[in-house]
């Protein structure tokens, strides 16, 4: 090479270099605004599911679906993003585009469980980051089930908060039981996904949290010769204003 | 460097310095107040009913001389540095909040307003500029006077004020669903607040051992 | 360098790297199994005593299993090497103590033997040049086994099981005075013990919590 | 370097040495008879009142042999080098106090002092250059034994020793309220004295629970 | 407070959580971009100093006019900055705003530096951080002092980079003197501000490599009982083609 | 989990694990390669020029026998992938940049182009979404060959070449000039770029030391 | 709590407390004038032979004046508390002792002694429970200047004093040598000696570039 | 626990508590001969090449006195247990091979080998699985005298001896190629192995200017 070309070349080299810099900047700032849509559509769930309401279910599934109006901001960006990670650029920018993702599944899956009182599967978020034109990029197994890990965090957040209304204990011993079950199939991948051994501590914790919940639920009312049914009216009667 | 730029950059750190130190100073002061306050709190656990306005009235020349404290910070600070500082004195001014906010429900039953603390703290709406109470400060102060409440309820039922239960447990129940209105950062604030939903969940299971046991009327008189 | 040292130099270096490859891939299929076990385990938190025996049954094959791993890296390793890199897979052997030990436990309420263990993992005595179960990791394996046992109390008492605290807090008891009168040099078994003192203080407020409310009949622990 | 200056520094240095490697000595024997200590005050968990004493009376002689310890490293330290040397017995030492204080309130349920401290260590008070209990040694063994309280609360009602927890819980309100009085530095003390909080409420939860179920006979606590 | 009045009253504050945390986000985002318009302004300098040029002053005056160019850009962002900083509100989020102003710092002085060979005034910072409005928020004596050290890494890879030039080991010998005047002018606001032995470390390091720069040519040249002067016309004699 | 689902995230993993190995053993391949080729080029210090060329030559087969390692891992990576896992070569695709540019380098004395690095290794134009030649590897490779000729300089002037510093000088400021375009992060390219001043330096160096002792002619052919 | 005993514990932590203050105070000082030292020394590597002795003449009377500071401190040390507090000031006196043994060393060509640094530094030999030298202090401060002079020895010749290498090598050697015959235990004082280490090499590469280019008159070191 | 089962356990930990205490021992008189054999050799670097076989001499009583340490170790490792306890005394042992090779290589200019270092060190062949020096060692302290060399390169050419850096960069090349040859972990050895080729480069640079100042006879290396 000439010494022009050496510069000539060397200028394209910049411009690749530039564009991938820039692109990976305006991700890195779409993934922080995809993560502050998610943890608004959490704590908005956290504060529906403990409206007042007769019909536990239909609660829910209100609650459900306002989370997921909050998370379709998150959509629309996810949207923008699709022309950016395409073909192999969804690898190339993973790590910068990973942490929006997870918290998104997160919160995702929160509004899942509130409703169904199950795991969203990996099909079920493969269909909320897509539109009429598919999938707006590749989902990481890795994302999927550390936004899922993330996810058992939160619902011992519900679980506890829960307790004291009519119905909480029920619904502790229920999210007891999903959080066992969580724990025990993730720690077949954790060989294959970095960080996740570390999530299933805090997940061991959260876990031992709910029971530790759970068993001062069962240990106080084995005293009483009750049906645990009973409890909240002999409790509403002295609490009611 | 020009000597008379490094001079100036100089002064202009001193003066920091200036006002650093003369906070410190008044910090120091402030904390000996709300350690002398937290300590006579500490008594209300076995204080019972009739004795507690009492208890109560002696905390408050104390913690109404902490408005000379504010006073004093707010004199040093420049204008429009006060998130500047404030770091320096959070943790007393939440524990000033804690305790004019445990008063004010012992006292009343009913919640300190964050503009009622303000005042109470002499702090001046004027000053907005160089020393206010901020939001988060206020918030980790009633969360201290919920997990105060969540040890009292405990040792009211031994002194055997069985109804005291029951009323703590509306009272908190009404705090705790305002925090829910509230979308935190993974911050210190979001881990207290996990921890009121366990001093809620405490007193809500010595409210169902008073009501099984009948230790309480049916329907208490309405606040 | 002498080419014919050379080549020995390298005959021994690639020697090496050939066992540790060797043993990498049998630690990676312990793990496997290991993590199999666990997580079977894990439903003891949730399975009553009566289907237990069943659910402990559905771990022995694969624990058992384990002893085709041992027999693997024995033959790997060259003769006076085990110290050498035992530490590949003392983590995987770790938790294999600790399953064997909770599954005996659970079975016959009896403390796993440091001979028994090795048994059950196949490891043969003869090998002791190239395969044992060295004391500290039977030890850690013991410790994690409280771990889980002072979990297991409160999920036990959760399902309404309220005999086990009582038998197993004399068992771990009897561990911990056990651990008491053993010489550990300052070192991660140390720190482990100290896990166990906080453990055994766990499962006496159980006990206490059940005794207090007679749901177990009244019967002061042996001293 | 000058010859003379060379060998004077290093005849300081191997002194230095000398001093460490006998304290380390010392300090091993010391940690020795603190186990067996420890280890024999742990059985106060599961000893019902009246074995009580003859258990205490146990401990008497090993404790007061510790005093053969403090005059050994008393005499190996130069003169006012006590405070270099400190840090190697610290534990040890809070240890000590702590068996000491815990003999002392199961025995006469009172609080054991620092001078009353130091002499049952053979502490010489002629010795103030070389050797002398620091205020934060006792504090931290006074805490350590708050700790054990709160544990062997729990442990007494369960033998159904139900007058232990309004007792205990004076004794230890009184301890509290005496820190809350002290002036603590920002340091391991301030941490391990916020222990001491969650202990006294834990203690209160142990008298609820049995006040609850008038297991004794009311009589609120005096303040 | 009735229970309406506390919901009512934490309803402001979450308004007034999310506006903090929102502004917040701004301005982080803000930051970045002045930090990556900073950065390329360095390489453009680092790029235009080096170009062959029989007058070196007009070619500095040059390379300073370009890199002050591409700063504007920062300018830009930093007016629209105003508005979110007034008030108490700069010290507020000035953690989060920090990291821009000292990477501009750092490339404003650079420019000032290769025009000027001198250390850019506390003044002079300030009277590029505004418009004929005034300023367009403080300026943290911490912000410029901090700037100022990294810019002392810069100017390392310039003295180096610079030193097989003709006239670079002059100039080479320039920024020692220059460097070295820093790091003892800046030691004495090191306890008054966090960071600053820190980055004195570097500026020791960087200084440590311009001396030994300096040093290998002093001893090459002793060697040689030539003037300085004249070793660059004998090497062109031999290299130029 | 739905077992299914379980089962087909599973098996997701398990493809990429599947990857994963199979990139390990043809880079443990290439690395030898390059071992070997690194090796034969350690001896052009000691080569004077005559015989370069064949030292260079016997390089060419193992160089060019890269590619099928390149074919290898085009072949096991899926579609869009490379990026995922480019990470594991990158060190010695580097080197083989290296290797590829110091030979073209001593043949020629041109540089060596992207498009042609690609060529040598194989890499084919069509696989762009599994396998490409990163501009930043390309540019690693040329700077490790900037720090070996930094080297050969020195070691060219003993054998008594004394043409080749202005040579290499020449050829360097070129590379140099060419890397003051980019605008680099602070990552270790930028770190790598620095060392390439220091090289150009002390080839500057060399230089004047030729040039002064009047070693070379004053005006050498245009190459 | 015994009120006379609480109040005499908290009467000895608040003499601790204004004891650790008052020294605060003059470490603040001490580090002030330390900097102003350190920087004028930093003006050596600039400065020619001649103009030395006036430029050590400057740091003289700042360095006197620290022995204000030792004496202030001197005053507030309880008797025999010395190593209790001396963490306080321990850098800032290395740093002391760092620029009296350079100073020394350019003046004259020799090490400062221990007590001869003590004596500039005013310290008291009467002192000896209050306040003294210690030798790890000391040797700190002898490596500081040994890592300086490293410096000074590139930065001289750049000056054209190309003297300076060997004499400022035999100078480093002999203090090498010394500190190889002192058993320094293995903490932060052996680690800097590493680095002494470390600059010979660097001083010795000097030496050879001035020898080898006869810009000195040959003269093997004395052996 | 089983009492017997218990003084089993406890008697293995005390064992490995004894062989850890004697080792100690052992290694600290070792680390204090190798200091002393690392001081000796310290002056080679001003130490003419007519006087070298003397102080060469010199080290050789002490050397070969280690030949008790590893006598000793030996003695006190059970059977098998070799590589649990080495690294105790691996940083002595690398010290040692380094010094023998450095005394070989002045003194024949012939490189040692395994066996022959294995020798020196008096380690005997049959102890096979108590003791041995394992190649890592033995490649550490290979690597530890290049280091030496290039350091000695420098002083020789400034005691005038301007025929060694030849002599050297011939043998430290040969031992460069040999260690490109090695498969080498990616582990501390690798990291040195780095460090070797920058001494080589900086030996080649001191032939360089050696050769252009034409202090040695012109005479390419051989290949
Ligand atoms: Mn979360
Ligand atoms: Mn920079």
Redesign the interface.
């Not at chain 2, 429009?80 to 500047?84: A, E, G, S, Y």
């Not at chain 2, 039922?157 to 055997?160: K, M």
């Given at each position: 090479m000439a010494k022009d070309s050496v510069l000539d070349v060397f200028e394209q080299f910049r411009e690749e270099i530039d564009d991938g810099n820039d692109r990976r900047e305006r991700l890195i700032k779409a993934s922080r605004d995809v993560t502050n849509i998610s943890k608004k559509s959490i704590f908005l769930l956290h504060r529906l599911v403990l409206e007042d309401s007769s019909d536990d279910q239909a609660l829910a599934a209100r609650a459900a679906s306002s989370g997921r109006q909050k998370l379709s901001e998150a959509n629309t960006i996810f949207k923008n993003m699709r022309e950016e990670l395409i073909g192999d650029r969804f690898w190339r920018y993973q790590r910068q585009v990973s942490p929006g993702v997870q918290e998104y599944i997160e919160a995702l899956s929160f509004a899942h469980y509130v409703e169904h009182h199950s795991l969203i599967s990996y099909q079920q978020v493969q269909n909320a980051l897509s539109d009429s034109d598919g999938l707006f990029f590749p989902l990481a197994v890795s994302d999927y089930l550390l936004g899922l890990s993330d996810l058992t965090g939160e619902l011992m957040r519900f679980a506890i908060s829960n307790i004291s209304r009519r119905g909480g204990r029920l619904k502790a011993s229920e999210v007891c039981a999903f959080v066992r079950e969580c724990k025990s199939d993730f720690e077949r991948f954790t060989p294959h996904i970095r960080d996740l051994s570390k999530k299933q501590y805090v997940t061991a914790n959260s876990l031992e949290k709910i029971e530790a919940a759970a068993y001062a639920i069962a240990v106080r009312g084995s005293e009483y010769d009750l049906p645990p049914e009973k409890w909240d009216d002999l409790v509403a009667q002295v609490t009611t204003r | 460097?020009?000597p008379r730029?490094?001079e100036?950059?100089?002064s202009?750190?001193e003066q920091?310095?200036g006002v650093s130190e003369n906070i410190k100073e008044q910090v120091k002061e402030f904390d000996k107040r709300i350690?002398t306050i937290?300590?006579i709190l500490?008594?209300i656990?076995?204080?019972?009913s009739h004795s507690m306005p009492e208890l109560l009235d002696s905390v408050d020349p104390v913690l109404h001389s902490c408005s000379e404290i504010t006073l004093a910070i707010a004199d040093v600070i420049p204008p429009?540095?006060?998130?500047?500082w404030k770091d320096m004195w959070s943790n007393s001014m939440r524990s000033a909040v804690y305790a004019a906010a445990l008063i004010q429900y012992l006292r009343n039953g009913?919640?300190l307003?964050?503009p009622r603390a303000s005042e109470i703290l002499g702090i001046n709406g004027e000053w907005?500029?160089r020393f206010s109470l901020p939001?988060?400060d206020y918030?980790h102060g009633l969360i201290s006077m919920v997990n105060e409440l969540s040890?009292y309820v405990?040792?009211a039922?031994?002194?055997?004020q069985f109804e005291e239960p029951?009323r703590i447990?509306?009272f908190v129940k009404?705090?705790?669903?305002?925090?829910?209105?509230?979308?935190?950062?993974n911050d210190s604030l979001r881990r207290r607040f996990?921890s009121l939903?366990?001093d809620?969940?405490k007193i809500?299971?010595?409210?169902?051992?008073?009501?099984?046991?009948k230790l309480?009327?049916?329907?208490?008189p309405?606040?």
């Open positions: - | 460097m020009d730029d490094l100036s950059l100089n202009l750190l920091d310095v350690r937290v300590g500490g008594k656990h076995s204080t019972p429009d540095q006060f998130w500047r009913t919640l307003s964050l907005k500029d939001v988060e918030l040890r405990i040792n039922v031994t002194l055997g029951v447990s509306n009404e705090i705790f669903s305002g925090f829910t209105m509230l979308n935190l950062k996990d939903k366990y809620l969940k809500e299971e010595v409210v169902y051992d008073v009501s099984l046991r309480v009327p049916a329907n208490p309405v606040q």
